[in-house]
């Protein structure tokens, strides 16, 4: 069954430094999102991302975010002077389509440690 | 805006008890609604959904029904096994805005054998 991976599982970076999360959705479809989970914390959208723009982003998906989809198969993460805060796990979803009861099909996320 | 409030964990039960968590939503118009599991080291599964007024999402022994009079949603299994220990996330889709998810704070759930 066709899956969305995430590289890497774990990435350790110091502050400041730009750091760039990768997701591969699955093949087919068409809209992409990134969420995150600060430990003990609940999951939070950050933005969602279709026809090579972005459709919607919340608050928390400032400045220092931004999202691309560089080569039609990956889609990235980039944060680009990564605080303390941004440690959590990062989750990419994917799905064919867009309706409102359509269902993400979750990566196994990376998680972020900033030192 | 549109919340999802879950039960607080976490949740210990014996092999075989029956299982409930709570969820009940905020939301205007009609959302869609699921619950994820999230089992350890993995990612975030979806586990059922119900998309409109007294559906019943059921999966894996599993089930919730989407209650709008009472804006709930709440998970039910009848006879928990060790391999439901996990997360519960209950969330919602709002119906105005299909591209975000908004979860609830998640439920931990360990079962004793």
């Known amino acids: 069954e066709p899956e969305v991976t995430q590289t890497p599982s774990h990435q350790v970076t110091q502050m400041g430094q730009e750091v760039i999360l990768r997701c591969v959705p699955i093949?087919?479809?068409?809209?992409f999102y990134w969420y995150r989970q600060i430990l003990g914390q609940k999951v939070e959208f950050l933005v969602s991302?279709?026809?090579?723009?972005?459709?919607?982003k919340s608050e928390i998906f400032d400045d220092q975010f931004s999202v691309e989809r560089p080569d039609g198969s990956n889609f990235t993460l980039k944060i680009r002077s990564t605080k303390l805060e941004d440690s959590a796990m990062y989750f990419c979803?994917?799905?064919?389509?867009?309706?409102?009861?359509?269902?993400?099909?979750f990566g196994p996320g990376t998680r972020l440690t900033v030192l | 805006g549109d919340s999802v409030t879950q039960m607080e964990g976490p949740v210990t039960l014996s092999e075989e008890a029956f299982l409930t968590i709570n969820c009940t939503y905020t939301?205007?118009?009609?959302?869609?609604l699921f619950w994820y599991v999230q089992y350890p080291g993995e990612g975030l599964q979806l586990l059922l959904k119900?998309?409109?007024?007294?559906d019943k999402g059921s999966n894996k022994g599993f089930e919730a029904t989407y209650r709008k009079e009472t804006t709930s949603f709440h998970l039910e299994k009848g006879s928990v096994q060790v391999s439901d220990s996990a997360v519960y996330f209950c969330?919602?889709?709002?119906?105005?805005?299909?591209?975000?998810?908004?979860f609830g704070s998640g439920t931990r759930l360990s079962i004793r054998p």
């Open positions: 979803a994917s799905n064919p389509t867009s309706g409102s009861g359509d269902t993400q099909y």
């Open positions: 093949s087919n479809h068409l809209y």
């Open positions: 991302f279709y026809n090579n723009e972005i459709s919607e």
């Open positions: 939301a205007t118009g009609y959302p869609s």
């Open positions: 119900a998309t409109k007024a007294d």
């Open positions: 969330a919602l889709t709002p119906y105005s805005s299909a591209s975000k998810i908004i």
